[in-house]
C-alpha cells in the first residue's frame, strides 16, 4: 500500500518529465545569469535599452513649461538692452552736465541715460566720482572703467537743465538742504535769516528732509515761497537721522513731528508686547498709524 503511494506521487508521465526538464533549463540559465551580473561592475549592468531610454529622454523634455522658455527669453533681452556697452572711445565727462548724446557715446544704456537725467531735473548732484554708483543699473564694473575719465566741477555751481534733461543757458546754485550751514541757506535767493533758522530748527526735528516739499511743513514757508526756492536746493537722502525701532524708547520717539503722544505709546506698548518689530508694515497692520502716517515717517525709521 505505502509503496503504490510512493509511485502516484513520483511516477510522471512524458509529457510531464519533459516540462520538468525545460524548467530545470530555464533555472540553470537564471543562474548563470544572477552570476554574471554579480561578478560584472555595476556601470556596465544594462536595464534600459538604448530605444526605451530615448523615449525616457524625450518624456523628460516634454516637462518643461513652454511659459518658463518665454520668461527666461524676455528677461534676457530686457537685461540686455539695460547693460552696459563697453564703448569704442572713452573721455572725460562731468555727470552734472553730460548730454545725452554724449551718455550714450559713453556706452550708456537707454535706462541708465533716462534714470541720470530724470535725477538731474529732480534736483539730483554728482559731488563725488562714486556718486555715479547710486544710480540703478550701474555696476562696479562699469564705474571702474568709467572712473578715471570722471571730472567733477569743484565749484558751487552746477548747471540748469531744461525738461528733456539738456543744459540751459541759466546757471544756479544748489544747496545741499541736510547739511547746508546757516550762512549756505541765506545765500538762497528768497530765503533770509530768520527762514534759514526755522530750516534748521525743523531739519533737526525731523533728523533731516527727504524730499524737497517737506520745506513747506517749515513755519512760514508756503507754495510761492517754495517754487521760488526748490530749483536752489537739492537732497542727500543718505544724510538724514533713522530711529532703530527695536531701540527707541518713549523720549526718541515723542520728538519725531510725525508721531504725537497716544502713537508714541502705542508703538512702544505694541514692541512690549512682541518683543521686536520685524517689518515697518506691522505697525499699519495693527492700527498704531495710518497708512499715510506710516508712509511718512518711515524713512526716519530703521529696523537692526
Same mark, same amino acid.
Given at each position: 500500500?505505502?509503496?503504490?503511494?510512493?509511485?502516484?506521487?513520483?511516477?510522471?508521465?512524458?509529457?510531464?518529465?519533459?516540462?520538468?526538464?525545460?524548467?530545470?533549463?530555464?533555472?540553470?540559465? +537564471?543562474?548563470?545569469?544572477?552570476?554574471?551580473?554579480n561578478n560584472k561592475p555595476i556601470d556596465?549592468?544594462?536595464?534600459?535599452?538604448s530605444e526605451f531610454q530615448a523615449e525616457?529622454?524625450?518624456?523628460?523634455?516634454?516637462?518643461?513649461?513652454?511659459?518658463?522658455?518665454?520668461?527666461?527669453?524676455?528677461?534676457?533681452?530686457?537685461?540686455?538692452?539695460?547693460?552696459?556697452?563697453?564703448?569704442?572711445?572713452?573721455?572725460?565727462?562731468?555727470?552734472?552736465?553730460?548730454?545725452?548724446?554724449?551718455?550714450?557715446?559713453?556706452?550708456?544704456?537707454?535706462?541708465?541715460?533716462?534714470?541720470?537725467?530724470?535725477?538731474?531735473?529732480?534736483?539730483?548732484?554728482?559731488?563725488?566720482?562714486?556718486? +555715479?554708483?547710486?544710480?540703478?543699473?550701474?555696476?562696479?564694473?562699469?564705474?571702474?572703467?568709467?572712473?578715471?575719465?570722471?571730472?567733477?566741477?569743484?565749484?558751487?555751481?552746477f548747471t540748469q537743465f531744461d525738461e528733456?534733461?539738456?543744459?540751459? =543757458?541759466?546757471?544756479?546754485?544748489?544747496?545741499?538742504? =541736510?547739511?547746508?550751514?546757516?550762512?549756505?541757506?541765506?545765500?538762497?535767493?528768497?530765503?533770509?535769516?530768520?527762514?534759514?533758522?526755522?530750516?534748521?530748527?525743523?531739519?533737526?526735528?525731523?533728523?533731516?528732509?527727504?524730499?524737497?516739499?517737506?520745506?513747506?511743513?517749515?513755519?512760514?514757508?508756503?507754495?510761492?515761497?517754495?517754487?521760488?526756492?526748490?530749483?536752489?536746493?537739492?537732497?542727500?537722502?543718505?544724510?538724514?537721522?533713522?530711529?532703530?525701532?527695536?531701540?527707541?524708547?518713549?523720549?526718541?520717539?515723542?520728538?519725531?513731528?510725525?508721531?504725537?503722544?497716544?502713537?508714541?505709546?502705542?508703538?512702544?506698548?505694541?514692541?512690549?508686547?512682541?518683543?521686536?518689530?520685524?517689518?515697518?508694515?506691522?505697525?499699519?497692520?495693527?492700527?498704531?498709524?495710518?497708512?499715510?502716517?506710516?508712509?511718512?515717517?518711515?524713512?526716519?525709521?530703521?529696523?537692526?
Amino acid at each position: 500500500m505505502l509503496k503504490k503511494r510512493f509511485r502516484e506521487y513520483f511516477t510522471y508521465t512524458r509529457k510531464e518529465r519533459n516540462g520538468l526538464i525545460v524548467l530545470l533549463i530555464i533555472l540553470f540559465i +537564471l543562474i548563470l545569469i544572477k552570476i554574471y551580473q554579480n561578478n560584472k561592475p555595476i556601470d556596465e549592468i544594462v536595464i534600459f535599452d538604448s530605444e526605451f531610454q530615448a523615449e525616457i529622454d524625450a518624456f523628460e523634455k516634454s516637462l518643461i513649461p513652454k511659459k518658463d522658455k518665454v520668461t527666461i527669453s524676455k528677461k534676457s533681452k530686457k537685461f540686455h538692452e539695460a547693460e552696459w556697452r563697453v564703448p569704442d572711445e572713452l573721455f572725460n565727462f562731468d555727470p552734472n552736465t553730460i548730454s545725452h548724446e554724449n551718455l550714450k557715446k559713453l556706452g550708456f544704456s537707454k535706462k541708465q541715460i533716462s534714470t541720470i537725467i530724470n535725477y538731474r531735473k529732480k534736483g539730483g548732484s554728482f559731488y563725488k566720482k562714486k556718486d +555715479l554708483l547710486k544710480i540703478y543699473g550701474i555696476e562696479n564694473s562699469q564705474y571702474k572703467a568709467l572712473e578715471p575719465y570722471i571730472e567733477i566741477e569743484k565749484a558751487a555751481k552746477f548747471t540748469q537743465f531744461d525738461e528733456k534733461g539738456e543744459i540751459s =543757458n541759466e546757471v544756479i546754485m544748489l544747496v545741499e538742504l =541736510n547739511s547746508a550751514t546757516k550762512e549756505q541757506l541765506v545765500s538762497i535767493k528768497g530765503i533770509g535769516e530768520v527762514y534759514a533758522n526755522r530750516i534748521i530748527k525743523y531739519r533737526d526735528m525731523l533728523g533731516g528732509y527727504y524730499i524737497k516739499n517737506q520745506l513747506l511743513e517749515v513755519y512760514g514757508i508756503d507754495s510761492i515761497k517754495y517754487l521760488s526756492i526748490s530749483k536752489q536746493i537739492n537732497i542727500d537722502t543718505s544724510l538724514i537721522a533713522k530711529i532703530d525701532l527695536n531701540k527707541a524708547n518713549f523720549k526718541t520717539l515723542i520728538k519725531h513731528p510725525y508721531v504725537n503722544k497716544y502713537e508714541t505709546k502705542a508703538i512702544l506698548k505694541y514692541k512690549e508686547i512682541i518683543g521686536e518689530f520685524t517689518e515697518f508694515e506691522q505697525i499699519h497692520e495693527n492700527n498704531l498709524l495710518s497708512k499715510e502716517e506710516l508712509n511718512k515717517l518711515k524713512p526716519y525709521l530703521s529696523i537692526n
